[in-house]
């Protein structure tokens, strides 16, 4: 299914990226080491030098780089100086919760954004044309704008749903509890945009005359839609789910800090506050890989579904 | 029906078209696509309706089986087996098509599913209308297949992409012919294919409809495909039917200007030209529409002319022209 020629692309660009991240901190101006730690830690004269030799600054680049492809295989992305840990036990952990938002909401605003975008754009009624105005506003309006207005009156007016946070009590219930609100909304987003480009792919479908051939077979309305021009349709959207699941540990950023999460998202924003650069590295070194696999990813779906980029 | 003359083959009607008209809303205007036509379709036999791109006669097959876009109004009849068919609802329309009434479209390559193997394709109607199973529904469309002579163990699970444009038109007949429908309506199977390869992919068609019994509805601009194949021929100029007749006699002894016109088109006939364009079907001429381009045209040819009788050996010959 997938050629040799492909893999190696791959493989190249994975490789390409990561020594990307070797070389910025190293060419950027100033001292690589306070590149490497961030700029807001404060260190005496020795423990400088001690650093430097620790982290390996004092040798030769090729031999860095060496060492950081070396680290980089055991999963070792460094040390915050600021957070007082490794940088991958961090990422480990947080990266834990936003997939438990993300994953689900993705996966559920993938199936219903199409399977509604597609009905809505087969045939048109009062109700289907609400439903697309409603979701066009939502399609339209910053995330986090619509989150803070659920927040609000779900959570402040109405009490319905805790108000922050999750992870500390434990309880699976109390967990979903949590969850709920900031899931409904990440859903409601990938719906979104499912659901608009669907609309627009089967509008576009059905006026091909082989969904005329299948009427004049003997299909029957929605028959026609999901025996033939759903498939067909489909394709066009496999593009945004790969996006959609390469960006899903920094596509949660917003919704993490309007519900004051400790996720992928919350990390990588308080790194950027406080200039964390080696915790920035590793999470952007995690979201490059993740990117790059769901272009892998897109790349087996389309073969699995269109034969026509399978027998190429 | 009473202006229509029995009809010369030994079998009644099976498809009476009466008084039809469609036309098209766009933005240019109303374009009046058929006017008043009236056919009959006799049981077993093949009806051609000829005439040049653009006439309207692709337009009467699509409006039979009500599969013409939503800008597009149909008035009259189309009578078959007692029901009138412009008048059905999607859901009873859907029952008739594929099963008692099939068509299949001039772009075999973009008519069928690019994503679907093609036996699966061909076995659809039976998993529709039979409810069939897919195994079941599957192997009868392989045999099918081979009776097109794409039985290689390849051929059906194969997509319409890696097959050639006359091996789609047969994956198109196969799927149109597996539940021995009625009527077949053929909707410019020649187009695209080359002179040899249409005259093969007709003659698998006559043959399996001969076969099944079925009556056929040709539509086409090939004239000497019409002669070959059909019973009557119905000569169609700018949405209106010119001339009707068993085929011998429209090429024997053509009555309208217009099939004169055309016959001599035929590089066997001189390959003569038509003076002057097809006109236009949003604003068409007065009168007669083919007073514009006629070489014998009278001055009463600027009032509309009427379908009239002619006297012949075959019976049923029509011409609408002030001359007869």
Known sequence: MLSGKKATRYAIALFLIISLNFFIPRSMPGDPLTNLLGEDISLTASSVQELRERMGLDRPLSQQFLDYWHDILRFDLGYSFHLHRNVSDLIYDRMKWTLLLSLPAMVMGAILGTLLGARAGWKSSALRRTQTGFIMAIYCAPPYFISLIALYLLSYKQGLFPLKGFYSTGSALDIAHHLFLPSAMMTLFSLSRNYMIMKGSVLQEKGSLYATFARAKGLYDEQILFRHVFKNALLPIITLLALDFGFILSGALFIEIVFSMNGMGSLIYDALLSRDYPVLQGSFLIITIMVVSANLLADLLYSYLDPRVRWQ | ?324
């Open chain 2, 1 to 324: 029906m009473n202006r229509h003359l029995p009809s010369s083959s030994y079998f009644r009607p099976l498809l009476c078209i009466d008084e039809m008209y469609v036309s098209f809303d766009t933005s240019l205007g109303r374009v009046k696509a058929a006017q008043n036509i009236c056919l009959e379709l006799h049981e077993r036999e093949t009806l051609a309706i000829v005439g040049e791109t653009g006439c309207g006669k692709s337009v009467i097959a699509s409006a039979i089986l009500q599969l013409l876009p939503s800008n597009a109004s149909v008035k009259g009849k189309a009578i078959f087996l007692g029901r009138d068919l412009l008048s059905l609802g999607e859901r009873e329309m859907a029952d008739i098509r594929g099963q008692e009434i099939a068509i299949i479209f001039q772009n075999p390559s973009l008519s069928l599913n690019p994503i679907m193997k093609v036996a699966e394709q061909v076995a659809e109607p039976l998993q529709i209308h039979r409810r069939l199973p897919r195994h079941r529904a599957i192997s009868k469309a392989e045999d099918m297949l081979s009776r097109f002579k794409l039985g290689d163990k390849a051929s059906p699970v194969m997509y319409p992409f890696q097959l050639s444009g006359g091996m789609n038109q047969r994956v198109m007949i196969a799927t149109s012919m597996i539940l021995s429908p009625k009527i077949l309506i053929a909707d410019e199977p020649s187009k695209g294919l080359d002179q040899s390869l249409a005259r093969q992919v007709m003659k698998e068609l006559a043959g399996i409809k001969d076969e099944i019994g079925a009556s056929l509805l040709l539509i086409t601009h090939d004239l000497l495909l019409a002669k070959e194949v059909s019973d009557r021929i119905a000569v169609m100029y700018c949405g209106e039917i010119v001339e009707a007749g068993s085929s011998a006699e429209i090429f024997d002894e053509p009555l309208h200007p217009y099939t004169k016109a055309l016959l001599n088109c035929l590089p066997e006939m001189g390959f003569k030209p038509i003076p002057g364009s097809s006109p236009s079907m949003i604003d068409p001429p007065e009168g007669c529409r083919f007073y514009p381009r006629c070489r014998e045209r009278l001055d009463r040819c600027l009032l509309s002319p009427k379908m009239i009788k002619v006297e012949s050996d075959d019976g049923d010959r029509e011409v609408r022209c002030w001359l007869y």
